[in-house]
């Protein structure tokens, strides 16, 4: 992970994990008598003198970065004290997980129910797993009908197809099916790569065009990462899929707001 901020971040999701409150040192932090190579980063790229200033500046960037996902910042920081305290034990402890499987390619099913379980906490609507490989449901016939009674007129499996390129499927709470629009999550169990995001776009568009009663451009295409998504890791240039990372996953601050001007 490149980002140092979330580097420390998924240390103190460990932390809080099995212990709601502690306070964090940067002996805490150290792989030896000397080396602390996380807080040593964490200094260097937030520019701080000291350990107290890393730290301070640490909290304040996370808790920004959540908030700009309309969620709040898990736990707790006493500059005082150096005291960390857990405010979403479930979500920290869901980082921890995801934390474990990373780019464990055998995991990726983890992953993707732990994704679903997440978002289902999230949204309104309806969401569905449908990855490869399923619980239920394994035989084409079966995967087939599903989606039929999501709204879709077409076979999406044909040929060789595992999952059609659908990993979860949240379907808003608006209009009735088939004229229901549909968010699809592809899940990543990795870091970002641009390429892999790009390279999901194809088999999405495929199996959506079979969807039939809405056009393809009224489905909104997300791929999710087993990462955090901050500015400096995406592209200026335009995006034809909506990035997530594991801080969309937070429970929002507030479920609705409305606005008339």
């Known amino acids: ?26 002996a805490d932090l150290q792989l030896n008598s000397e080396q602390a190579p996380v807080l040593d980063a964490l200094k260097e790229e937030l520019a701080a003198a000291t350990t107290e200033e890393a730290l301070d500046s640490a909290v304040r960037e996370l808790d920004e970065h959540f908030r700009g996902k309309g969620g709040a910042l898990p736990f707790r920081y006493e500059r005082e004290t150096g005291r960390f305290t857990a405010i979403d034990r479930p979500y920290l402890q869901f980082i921890r997980e995801m934390r474990s499987i990373r780019s464990i390619g055998s995991r990726s099913r983890d ?29 084409k016939a079966d995967f087939n009908s599903h989606l039929k009674g999501l709204g879709f007129r077409g076979a999406v499996l044909l040929g060789k197809e595992k999952d059609g390129g659908l990993d979860i499927l949240w379907l808003l709470p608006l209009g009735t099916i088939p004229h229901r629009p549909i968010v699809s999550v592809q899940c990543k169990n990795g870091e970002f790569d641009m390429v892999e995001a790009d390279r999901s776009g194809g088999p999405f568009s495929r199996s959506l065009s079979q969807h039939g009663r ?45 606005e008339a001007i």
């Open 1 to 26: 992970m490149p980002n140092a901020t979330f580097e420390f971040f998924e240390i103190i999701a460990d932390e809080l994990s099995s212990e709601e409150s502690r306070v964090i040192t940067r």
């Open 214 to 258: 809405l056009q393809l451009g009224i489905h909104v295409p997300c791929v999710l990462f087993n990462d955090y998504l901050y500015p400096e890791l995406l592209t200026p240039k335009p995006l034809n899929y909506v990035p997530l990372g594991l801080s969309d996953l937070t429970m929002m601050t507030q479920t609705i707001s409305s």
């Open 111 to 139: 992953f993707e129910l732990g994704v679903l379980q997440r978002l289902a906490l999230r949204v309104t609507g309806s969401v569905h797993r449908v990855g490869h490989p399923r619980q239920v449901k394994r035989r």
